[in-house]
């Protein structure tokens, strides 16, 4: 039977009483996500260095893949054939795929924006291609995500407050059509998707209060906070993050796309937001900088040449159960990619534990201080 229009369902189990913090829960055809929670970039069908079961171990519940890369490279007609994208990485689990519409943006001089879509220059062989919201719908029907989001245009840090309201105005009308193409579209694979819209509007309250009400009206799966973590300061992210998650529906999922560090994932948990993707985790790692109980750290610093703990004594992934910090230097410094697998692994483990202890706290009513006491501790 051929699903039209079905979606996702979230469940709201308790909000913080001294802050927005929530807990919930989002049933997909995948499975149960437990929010609040991180999802490991996964961009090209792959979290970079870790195996499915490496995810599983550490505590994943839902990855991300990206719609530009896919479709550009294996093609998503090609992975359609191998049951969706599920069945060509080969993970169970949920997957929300974004709708290409950042990495577009990033793309910059090789992208033409119009009323109509997005035309781009491949950055893999200079091929021009077009993203409409029509098209970026039917690749992710074929990808076969549980979460989809609709084309939007990201716009840059700075930008003045006539462009961003140009810019918001065709982002709303790109997300009603792709809602009304949405509901007359079917899922290829015979499954359950999620349509999230994405709130754009730049750091300006009264668009992104036009966004917002827009959305709602048009009535999404789940919201998505986009055109944040583009260079904007923090205070101005949080003022932002806070301004939207205050007016949005409470039965609704909230995403905060592209955030962030550890102390950025509290401080927007803090401001209600249930759902979270960064690179930040497993690039970081790859450039030998790992997280802890106790801050960051440079893996490959000569200081710890010597050094037998484990990356964080306080962690029990597979990483610090058996390597010592001297062992994982050594690694990097002899270019060997064990230790980009190892520190990739210690930081999703890391992640995921802060997200699930966020949860733990939120649902027995201590996460305001053990929350202040973390960010605190990881001040540099």
């Known amino acids: 039977m051929s699903i039209a229009g079905a979606h996702i369902r979230f469940t709201l189990v308790k909000t913080d009483g001294e802050t927005k913090a929530r807990a919930g829960l989002i049933n997909t055809e995948h499975g149960q996500v437990q929010t609040p929670i991180f999802m490991p970039v996964g961009t090209q069908g792959t979290v970079k260095t870790l195996a499915p079961y490496e995810l599983l171990n550490a505590g994943v519940e839902i990855i991300l893949g990206n719609t530009y890369h896919l479709y550009l490279r294996p093609g998503d007609e090609r992975i359609a054939r191998f049951e969706g994208l599920h069945g060509f990485m080969n993970w169970d689990r949920p997957i929300l795929t974004d709708s290409g519409g950042y990495q577009v943006f990033s793309l910059n001089a090789l992208r033409t924006i ?62 009603e059509e792709s809602k009304l193409y949405w509901q007359k579209s079917v899922s290829i694979h015979n499954q359950m998707q999620g349509l999230f819209g994405i709130i754009q509007g730049s750091v300006y309250e009264d668009l992104r209060k036009v ?99 484990p990356i964080d004594p306080a962690c029990a992934c597979y990483a610090c159960q058996n390597f010592s910090r001297a062992y994982i230097r050594h690694l990097f410094n002899a270019n060997e990619i064990l230790g980009l697998r190892l520190a990739t692994l210690h930081n999703v483990h890391f992640y995921m534990n802060l997200v699930k202890e966020a949860r733990k706290r939120i649902l027995d009513g201590t996460f305001l201080k053990w929350s202040e006491d973390l960010i605190g501790r990881w001040k540099e």
């Not at 029907?141 to 918001?168: F, H, K, Q």
Request: aromatic share 8%; charged share 25%; glycine share 8%.
């Open 114 to 175: 119009d009323e109509h879509g997005i035309i781009f220059q491949s950055h893999l062989d200079g091929s021009r291609h077009r993203f409409t919201p029509k098209s970026v719908i039917d690749i992710q029907r074929n990808l076969g995500s549980d979460i989809v989001m609709v084309l939007d245009e990201c716009t840059p840090y700075p930008c003045d407050r006539e462009y961003a309201a140009r810019s918001n105005e065709r982002t709303l009308r790109w997300a």
């Open 211 to 309: 966004s917002v009400h827009s959305l709602i009206d048009i009535s999404f799966s789940g919201y998505a906070i986009g055109g944040l973590a583009v260079g904007e300061p923090v205070d101005e992210r949080n003022r932002i993050t806070e301004f939207c998650t205050n007016i949005l529906p409470t039965e609704k999922p909230r995403y905060l796309m592209g955030v962030g560090t550890p102390t950025d994932i509290l401080e927007s948990i803090n401001r209600g937001v249930d759902m979270f993707d960064c690179v930040i985790p497993t690039r970081n790692a790859r450039n030998g900088t790992v997280y802890t109980s106790e801050g960051k750290l440079v893996i490959k610093a000569g200081r710890y040449e010597d050094d037998r703990d």
